[in-house]
């Protein structure tokens, strides 16, 4: 079925240190976002990515559509960076406008 | 802009009883969405409205959820009856647009726990 899968689950960090998370999707996408889930758990979002690259300070984020992935990157990471981060699709098949979240990449950054 | 507002923060019920959630998505926001998250998992889709019409529920446990979203402004979401598998985070987010178009904006969701 329609799947959306992200990796590492968990992922451990040293203050200052830099991390890719990956978002993998069964199927063609007309966009997809990435999100922050903070530890009070309020998710903020952090890029509109159906495609290309987009930098906003130390996160950026790549989409390549046409491999089925997207990358975030955390550089310099800080202990306000602790949370979870999800990607969410919504898939081109049947038209759905449903937004599909995968089960998130869990970070923790120790100062 | 004000963000979109949930209402209770926290609800503790016992099985069996009913429950209902409220939300006030951002202004002007044509798109509204009800996500249920369980603890350890990422949030599900329940219902998505169109202003006041229902673009998507097939993931609504019809038998006992509701929701509406009276004047495609306010939106309420009810539990009767509940059951303990319904202890998650119910999360209210708004967008201008349908689907992924346009940022998804979360309110800070209500936690229910049922004993």
């Known amino acids: 079925g329609i799947q959306v899968e992200q990796s590492p689950p968990d992922l451990i960090l040293q203050e200052g240190a830099n991390s890719t998370l990956r978002c993998n999707f069964s199927d063609s996408v007309n966009n997809l976002q990435w999100f922050h889930q903070n530890p009070w758990g309020q998710l903020i979002n952090l890029f509109y990515?159906?495609?290309g690259t987009k930098q906003n300070g130390r996160l950026s984020a790549t989409t390549v559509a046409t491999e089925r992935y997207s990358l975030l990157y955390i550089s310099s990471s800080q202990t306000t960076d602790s949370g979870v981060y999800f990607c969410a699709v919504e898939f081109a098949s049947g038209g759905s406008y449903i937004p599909t979240f995968g089960r998130g990449t869990s970070l923790i950054v120790h100062p | 802009e004000a963000g979109v507002a949930q209402s209770p923060r926290y609800k503790i019920i016992e099985k069996r009883q009913s429950v209902a959630f409220w939300c006030n998505p951002i202004s002007g926001h044509a798109t509204l969405y009800w996500y249920q998250q369980i603890l350890g998992q990422g949030p599900k889709l329940l219902i998505q409205f169109q202003n006041n019409g229902v673009v998507d529920d097939s993931q609504l446990p019809k038998d006992r959820f509701s929701a509406e979203r009276l004047k495609g402004v306010d939106s309420t979401l009810k539990i009767q009856p509940a059951k303990l598998e319904d202890s998650a985070v119910y999360l209210c987010?708004?967008?201008?647009?349908?689907?992924?178009?346009?940022?998804?904006?979360f309110g800070n969701g209500t936690r229910l726990t049922v004993t």
């Open positions: 987010a708004s967008s201008l647009a349908r689907g992924l178009n346009s940022p998804l904006h």
């Open positions: 990515i159906p495609s």
